[in-house]
């Protein structure tokens, strides 16, 4: 039985019908054939039975299923991995899935957004990018960019953007894989492309980040302040490793803190009072605002480590919080600070410009930044694991 496990990784069906004639010529019973029939390989059964329900019209659990996807692929993502995590772990299932790829590997910052300007969209069932959330949200942006474009809609100006035209997946292959985990519960490539596989859509949320004069770009996240100047001292020093880049911006910031000066305004979302425990989620339409007032280093320390954590995040005297719809952050200097003051608060940033986390991109802005949240924007291969966390979940794909 061993051996005839390890034969059929190389060609089990020819294996089988060399077996049968052989079985006829000496006699064997049907019992032993049968025996020999039930040994298959694992992943053969999992292309007979995605290829059995494409065959009678996929009717349950696999109506999304892809089969052609435009795939992008940073090179660069965390240690140089995404390469060898698509080409190893997650080609070769779309290919027993029986889905074409057209795979673009990336070769500077913005190089899929420019493909994706001019890519005919029509073509595929949906977009892949294999990377990080650096990665994602430019793929999500040009997705997004390029279907304002079709639309005919002024991309400097868009209160009312369209949605996408095709799902964007996530291979998570990145330092940092927030989105990715929020979809799959796990930073996990072969999950993740068992998703998109498998066909399964989850409407997203999606924020735009303009000024009052043009679009900045689409994104997920963002931060102003602490997080953002980290930012902007680590892409300062970007000869240095990726490691040691953000440890030494984070320490460096932290023992310059200061607080910022800018004036916020929101419109906080209209829910009901039962409803207020699922704020802020995927696709609800809202998005969570956290303040993080003035306090004392060893204080905001404490909020750091805590940062991370599900209980109690949150609960400290100078951190607020607020599920809003829209929010306009105006920078500003404070008037009366000593000149060393000053050059902090423009430390980081040329001529005025004040920086902005955007999905872990840096944008350096000196006016309002005007934040609004469109519901359901696009369509990310995934589920939502809040859902699966307060329901009871049943797999239907086999």
Known sequence: MGISWSRGLGGKSHLKHEERQEGRMKGDSSMVLQAQEEIIEMKDVFSVKLKRRRFVG??????????????????????????????????????????????????YEGHALLVLKECELQAFDGVVCVGGDGSVSEVAHGLLLKAQIDAGKDTDYIPMPVRAPVPLGVIPAGTTNILAHTLYGIKHAVTAALHIIMGHIQPVDVCTFSTPSKLLRFGFSAMFGFGARTLALAEKHRWMPSNQRKDFAFIKTLADLKPEECELSFLPLQIPQEESHENARLNNGSMALIVVQNTSRTEFIKHLKRYTSIKNQFNFPFVETYTVQEVKVQPGLKCGLDAKENTYLNAASAEGNYPWNIDGDLMEEASEVHVRVHPQLINLYGVNTDDLESSQATCNCI
């Open 58 to 107: 996929q009717k349950k659990g696999f109506q999304n299923r892809p089969k052609s996807l435009k795939v992008f692929v940073n090179p660069s993502s965390h240690k140089r991995e995404a390469t060898h995590v698509y080409y190893e772990k997650v080609a070769p299932l779309f290919k027993l899935a029986d889905i074409k790829t057209d795979v673009t590997v990336t070769e």
